[in-house]
């Protein structure tokens, strides 16, 4: 049993269902976090970890921000719950606006929700509406990637494609399909940037086209860069493909920047960085520093207009869709605090001056033991390590475990290490972490 004050129940770790967690091993080897400030985390022993990974993709301007921290408080003191539906309050303009106006394009229509998997279910639907709304109810299919991660709701995991994630759960969403994967380690292991090859990929849409028939598919979706399944990066030309047959078949592409979205890869978007356009964008995590959950939804504005019908349509609810906390106050507040941070410290352009000398850092590693592939873009890092024979998964998993034991946190997905630091990450701190894998990649058996 945890020591906790007199005033507070015991904390026996037993009540807490933690998600993606082996819970048996952490109640018996619990790691535990309790403070955060700039680029650290502190153990509640007062150790300190150098945060490796902004949280979980989503601290991009670093832990305990005061500026976001008093925007959180005066809301509440101000408005602490207002409904969105049939009703409104000003925030949530505001945020939609200032969104709208980073995203490229046309896409700045904003539908709020609450996390990345909300957005990622709401888009999906949002594709769905509109080509209802324009006489094409046939199109239902919706596909997407192998390797893919949207988040865990249904419609998310139904386009994913993380077998661990779906095999539990049942055939999730009917009339769904999947792009092969870009990973081809034989050929573009240890590529800096973009690889070279895998861009003929792209064009296994055409034959799920031939299959299918374009008259059924309404969407396309794919993480631009992919992080929660090992960092994989688009090759050279594979988005524009994807892209060409999309418009070719009048297939709309939605790019989940749920992790991309917010400065991750020296851009306000991955749609930014690619110049590649979707015609849907989702986003979470960085819209507010992790402050307050939120997600969000960036849509062209002929989609909104189809939906929600030309000047003089009937009257009425457009789409049956929504969430009690859409566009929540105290979110919106931290949302357009976080929206001021990155603006006035320029943390996108930060983050893209910073990448080459992370890129050098990092594939600096490529002689270390065990490392098979080194994959970066942006401030993203993917360190692939010889899986063991008999225990796939475990060797990165033992490397996290006792890389936070040595003060770095990193994150393990399979037998890769991912790293995405906060976006104010200093080059000498940048040094550390690199020594830092290197010497535990040493004593990793």
Request: one cysteine or more.
């Amino acid at each position: 049993m945890l020591d906790t004050p007199a005033s507070d129940a015991p904390n026996d770790l037993d009540s807490f269902w933690m998600p993606f967690t082996d819970n048996r091993y952490f109640k018996a080897h619990p790691r535990l976090l309790a403070s955060a400030s700039g680029m650290y985390y502190a153990t509640p022993e007062g150790r300190q970890i150098l945060d490796g990974t902004a949280g979980l993709w989503c601290v991009n301007a670093g832990h305990g921000r005061e500026t976001i921290t008093a925007a959180i408080r005066e809301q509440a003191g101000k408005l602490d719950f207002a409904p969105t539906f049939q009703l409104g309050h000003p925030l949530a303009f505001q945020v939609a606006a200032r969104v709208g106006a980073l995203m490229p394009a046309d896409l700045d229509r904003i539908f709020f929700a609450n996390s990345g998997s909300e957005a990622v279910d709401t888009a999906l639907k949002i594709a769905l509406a509109y080509h209802r709304a324009r006489g094409q109810g046939t199109r239902t299919r919706l596909i997407g990637r192998e390797r893919g991660y949207h988040g865990t709701g249904f419609g998310g995991i139904s386009v994913g494609g993380i077998v661990s994630n779906r095999r539990v759960f049942g055939p999730g969403l009917p009339g769904t399909d999947h792009l092969p994967h870009t990973h081809d380690l034989a050929r573009n292991a240890f590529s800096r940037g973009q690889p070279e090859h895998g861009a003929h990929l792209a064009d296994t849409l055409e034959n799920l086209v031939a299959l299918h028939g374009a008259e059924t598919i309404a969407a396309v979706i794919v993480e631009p860069l992919a992080g929660s399944t090992g960092v994989l990066v688009p090759p050279q030309g594979y988005l524009e493909r994807l892209r060409a047959i999309c418009d070719r078949h009048g297939i709309l592409l939605i790019f989940d920047e749920v992790i991309t979205g917010f400065g991750r890869l020296g851009a306000a978007t991955a749609a930014e960085r690619f110049g590649v356009t979707p015609d849907i964008i989702t986003l979470a995590k960085g819209i507010t520093n992790a402050a307050v959950p939120m997600g969000a939804v960036a849509c062209r504005r002929a989609i909104y207009d189809s939906v929600t019908g030309a000047p003089g349509a009937a009257a009425g609810i457009e789409l049956f869709h929504g969430y009690t906390y859409s566009a929540h106050p105290l979110a919106c507040a931290a949302a357009l605090a976080t929206l001021d941070l990155y603006r006035d410290e320029a943390l996108f352009a930060r983050a893209r001056s910073l990448e080459a000398q992370w890129e050098a850092a990092v594939h600096s590693l490529a002689d270390a033991p065990h490392v098979i592939d080194i994959r970066n873009l942006g401030l993203v890092a993917g360190i692939e390590l010889t899986p063991r024979p008999d225990a796939p998964g475990a060797r990165a998993q033992e490397l996290f475990r006792a890389l936070f034991d040595q003060g770095l946190l990193v994150r393990a997905t399979a037998d890769i290490i991912a790293l995405s630091p906060p976006l104010i990450v200093t080059e000498e701190q940048i040094d550390t972490m690199v020594a830092m894998l290197r010497t535990a990649l040493t004593k990793l058996a």
